[in-house]
């Protein structure tokens, strides 16, 4: 068992330095935030009592472990300190931690934390981002090489989408109310890259993708409230775009050859409860009763009106509601939960009625991002429902419970060694056959909850629960 990691005392990194072996698993998801590893025997089922290699306590966060040749980098926050951590792959054992004191105390939703976002390394450095902060970057050994504040941000649920690494860039998604963008930043030494503005969006969490086309530039990947948009990696333009996706985006898009698949689910946008509510002109005519050119909570027609939490809709929290405080609203309920697969080729602008390739309107994820894993693309829904689709066509392979898992999912399902796994809220890990009908090897209970992804390299799976790190290998 590893040395308990002490959350009042600076560690002292005794290990060696950094390897220069290439990055395996080196930020949310593994490579391209995929969520898979090849290579090597991975466990039939996660037992803490029978395979567990180490098992070390944690501060609070529920970010994923991002992963070097020998070492793993990790965040957590405790009390008004942001932290960065490296343990070592092999032991556990922790090499050091370093603290940024937090200038700010953002709002987030209850399951949502400061320390949410997946750092990423280089194989030498880390890199870390904190709603709270910003930007802040490390050395091997825990010596602060730069940071660039960032913020304050206008997210009711707090940021959490997490940097990522490409093409010489640290790239970082900020979708909020007000003033979203997506920038890149030089990595030796946070400097702006290029900025690029997505005024189209309102507050989201999903951490961006690449996607290399067999013609044009390498893409960068942002699914957001309302549509999913593809940016040349190199300078931040937006080069294509596809409207009509749900209000509220958490989940990572995955990529193959030629295609692009994601999900996206919030309140109130299934299918079934679409509603058409005019523009804002139309119903400040009938409304707007002061004529002052914005909308109070009384003046809003009761059929109209939000039944949730009016901080929501009021986007710059004026108190009233403005024409795009309204556009926003009002796109909310046009807006579908769905999985979609688009196929872009080498096709520019507004791709919606002519690229989408397949939907799929149920069953979709809350959080949790989909796996493209041995010819199939999974999903999986609170309540332990499974859905694997044939990935050209859309069609259902598999749809059904994990029996011994009903429960909520936030952690994005992995997938190596011809296996899946998922990680329910409450920490059961189901491990499933790649191949159909997807039957499920086994189901444990690790901790006693589960919020981040598993990390996998060398044979290895790495599992965050609410209190510890668990290590584990196949046998």
Request: proline share 8%; with cysteine; net charge negative.
């Amino acid at each position: 068992m590893s040395v308990p990691f002490r959350l009042g005392i600076v560690l002292v990194a005794t290990a060696l330095a950094a390897s220069s072996e290439p990055v395996d698993w080196s930020g949310f998801r593994g490579p391209n935030a995929a969520g898979v590893a090849e290579g090597r025997p991975l466990p039939d089922k996660l037992d803490p009592q029978a395979n567990a290699l180490w098992r070390t306590p944690l501060p609070p966060g529920s970010s994923s472990p991002a992963l070097t040749g020998d070492r793993i980098y990790m965040t957590a926050y405790e009390g008004e300190q942001l932290l960065t951590f490296a343990l070592d792959r092999e032991t556990g054992r922790a090499l050091w931690k370093r603290a940024i004191e937090r200038p700010r105390q953002e709002q987030t939703h209850a399951l949502n934390n400061p320390a949410s976002a997946t750092p990423t390394t280089d194989g030498e450095n880390v890199f870390a981002f904190f709603g709270d902060f910003g930007l802040v970057s490390y050395g091997p050994d825990g010596e602060e090489r730069w940071r660039r504040p960032l913020g304050p941000f206008h997210n009711l649920h707090g940021m959490a989408s997490s940097p990522i690494l490409a093409d010489g860039k640290l790239i970082v998604v900020c979708d909020q109310d007000l003033d979203s963008f997506v920038m890149a930043v030089d990595p030796d030494n946070g400097e702006t890259v290029w900025k690029t503005e997505r005024p189209e969006v309102v507050h989201g969490f999903a951490t961006p993708t690449l996607f290399e086309p067999r013609e044009g530039p390498v893409q960068l990947i942002v699914p957001g409230s309302y549509q999913l948009t593809s940016y040349e990696l190199s300078s931040g333009k937006k080069l294509w775009w596809v409207r009509g996706i749900t209000w509220q985006i958490k989940t990572a898009a995955v990529v193959d050859a030629d295609t692009v698949y994601m999900t996206g689910w919030a309140p109130g946008a299934d299918a079934a409860t679409r509603k058409y509510f005019p523009p804002f002109e139309e119903v400040a005519k009938i409304a707007d009763a002061n004529h002052d050119g914005k909308l109070s909570p009384e003046e809003i027609p009761v059929e109209m009106r939000h039944t949730g939490s009016w901080r929501a809709i009021d986007l710059d929290q004026d108190g009233f509601m403005n024409n795009r405080d309204w556009s926003f609203y009002r796109a909310r309920w046009s807006s579908v939960n769905r999985t979609l697969a688009v196929k872009p080729g080498s096709a520019r602008g507004d791709l919606t009625e002519t690229h989408v390739l397949w939907d799929y309107d149920r069953s979709v994820p809350v959080v949790s991002s989909p796996l493209l894993y041995h010819g199939a693309l999974h999903t999986i829904k609170d309540g332990g429902i499974l859905t694997s689709f044939e990935p050209a066509t859309g069609k259902v392979l598999f749809q059904g419970r994990l029996r011994d898992a009903i429960d909520k999912y936030y952690a994005s399902p992995v997938g190596g060694d011809g296996k899946v796994y998922l990680v329910s809220e409450t920490c059961k890990v189901s491990v499933l056959r790649a191949e159909a009908p997807f039957e499920p090897m086994a189901t444990t209970t690790i901790g006693e909850a589960c919020y981040a992804t598993p990390a996998i390299a060398d044979g290895v799976m790495y599992v965050r629960t609410g209190k510890e790190l668990m290590a584990f290998r196949g046998e």
